[in-house]
């Protein structure tokens, strides 16, 4: 069965940095887009970034754009979200995403920007 799972959360301080990775199974990564969201406490889940299956497109929420980095490694079934200069207000869990029909959905990855 599909499987993803989350990992590199934690507590940073302001202007630090964070790489998430997910890590995938049990459908054929390389033929997959695959998408970042997060959720805050109190608000929606939102969408962080999106990678088509290849790697070769990518896109980012303003919010984001400029300082998170997303990328993929189809030899490892995993898509990498990477962090940087990070906000109080990226604090949330963090979700990685499959494509495929509805979507499926890892567990969450928390992520606190703290001083």
């Known amino acids: 069965q599909v499987q993803l799972v989350e990992s590199g959360g934690g507590l940073v301080q302001p202007g630090g940095s964070l790489r998430l990775s997910c890590v995938a199974s049990?459908?054929?990564?390389?033929?997959?887009?695959m998408s970042w969201y997060r959720q805050a406490p109190g608000k929606e889940r939102e969408l962080v970034a999106r990678?088509?299956?290849?790697?070769?497109?990518?896109n980012y929420a303003d919010s984001v754009k400029g300082r998170f980095t997303i990328s993929r490694d189809n030899a490892k079934n995993t898509v990498v979200l990477q962090m940087n200069s990070l906000k109080p207000e990226d604090t949330a869990v963090y979700y990685c995403?499959?494509?495929?029909?509805?979507?499926?959905w890892g567990q969450g990855t928390r992520v606190t920007v703290s001083s």
């Open positions: 995403k499959a494509i495929i029909g509805s979507g499926y």
């Open positions: 049990g459908f054929t990564f390389s033929n997959t887009a």
């Open positions: 990678i088509n299956n290849s790697g070769s497109w990518t």
